[in-house]
């Protein structure tokens, strides 16, 4: 309906444009004629008081009765003819006249035309490009609610990118809120845990002086499980509330894998586990030495917890659009439905060790999105798990 209505418009506009030229045209050619003709009469007259001077008075009555519309009797008798004249006689001489006025009148029309219709094409293009501007300013976050300043054929559709605004606006501002609840109700969970923990650490050691070692050893285990726990959470809610500071600076790749398998020794020791990182080079990423080692330390102990005795892959390298790290086991890999929940907060797969609790592979995950980063699991060719991280330049 709207593109018909367009059309009406349009049509409409050409129609008065051209009749408003063609009554300048006309306008114009009849101011002319009476020139002509005024011109041609006092030829004549002239011409004739020239030769009868006494024919004045006759001339100047027949001029009054024309001029005051009582010419009828006047052209009763059609002399002209009689002297062998016809009207295209006169009229040679206003040929290209007329020719003149009927294309001064025509280009004036296209050019009255063209000139307004360009000056509409810019103005809409001009408010298409303010509209797609602000969505622009909404997509990066820095726009402002937007208002309407005048009643045009876009109108509807700046109402309609009003409403549509205003309930993201509010829609992003619930999910903050509602962000920042979550994260503040677990690091009141995490640092509730704390005081629990302290208090059973402090009854255990008091237990192994009273009864022994062995059932204080049982819980000094689950309370290191609970001192994890509580760190983690600490960690996650910081993150959540983005109130994690990490650091920006250039750091070597196998200086951070060096590091985490550094911090992992007495762990491996213990399992029998080895781990190989090959020396590529110099190769920097930037991102937080700390935060980065701790992701990668919780990607190798989920390879050792399924990889016992065996070996621990490292590998990295470069292109022009991202810095890749891969770390892979000998194990049995994966299983098929736990790959697309592996980086779930708390979710255990079905080989999952029994000490864990879900939680180091969630938090790997966000350190790394943190830093311009994206980590995925699969499994290999030839069997193990593996883990790839890449750190994207840009």
């Not at 062998?84 to 009927?102: E, L, P, T, V, W």
């Not at 001064?104 to 298409?128: D, P, Q, W």
């Not at 991202?322 to 086991?329: G, L, V």
Request: include cysteine.
């Amino acid at each position: 309906m709207s593109g018909r209505k367009n059309i009406l418009v349009t049509f409409a506009f050409v129609l008065s444009v051209s009749m408003t030229a063609s009554a300048i045209a006309v306008m114009l050619a009849s101011r002319y004629y009476v020139r002509l003709q005024f011109d041609l009469l006092n030829a004549v007259c002239g011409e004739l008081l020239e030769r009868e001077p006494e024919a004045g008075e006759i001339i100047s009555a027949a001029l009054k009765d024309y001029t005051r519309g009582n010419g009828d009797g006047v052209m009763e008798n059609d002399v002209l003819s009689t002297f062998g004249y016809r009207i295209s006689d006169f009229s040679q001489s206003a040929y290209r006249k007329n020719a003149f006025f009927a294309i001064s009148g025509f280009f004036a029309g296209v050019f009255l035309f063209t000139l307004t219709f360009l000056y509409r094409n810019k103005m809409e293009a001009m408010r298409i490009q303010a509209l797609a501007d602000y969505l622009e300013q909404v997509n990066t976050g820095k726009a402002v609610i937007l208002s309407t300043h005048r009643e045009d054929e876009f109108s509807k559709l700046e109402d309609e990118i009003y409403k549509t605004v205003t309930s993201l606006f509010q829609m992003k501002d619930a999910a903050v809120q509602a962000k920042n609840d979550f994260a503040e109700n677990l690091s009141n969970i995490a640092h509730q845990l704390k005081t629990p923990i302290t208090a059973l650490s402090l009854s255990v050691q008091t237990m192994k002086k009273e009864y022994g070692k062995k059932y204080p050893d049982q819980i000094q285990k689950q309370l290191l499980r609970l001192a994890h726990l509580e760190e983690a959470l600490l960690v996650l809610s910081r993150l959540d509330a983005g109130t994690l500071i990490l650091q920006r600076e250039e750091i070597d790749v196998y200086t951070v894998l060096a590091l985490a398998a550094d911090n992992l020794q007495e762990l491996l020791s213990e399992s029998g586990t080895s781990i190989d990182i090959p020396e590529r080079g110099e190769m920097a990423i930037t991102a937080d030495l700390d935060w980065t080692m701790e992701a990668i330390i919780n990607l190798m102990k989920n390879c050792m917890e399924h990889n016992i005795g065996g070996t621990i892959h490292c590998f990295y390298g470069k292109n022009p659009l991202y810095t890749e790290i891969r770390i892979w086991d000998e194990g049995k890999g994966f299983v098929k439905e736990d790959i697309p929940h592996l980086f779930e907060r708390f979710y255990r797969g079905k080989n999952a060790s029994q000490g864990g609790i879900g939680i180091g592979l969630a938090l790997s995950k966000a350190i790394i999105e943190r830093q311009n980063g994206i980590i995925r699991a699969e499994n290999m060719p030839e069997g193990g798990a593996c883990f790839e991280i890449r750190f994207y330049d840009h």
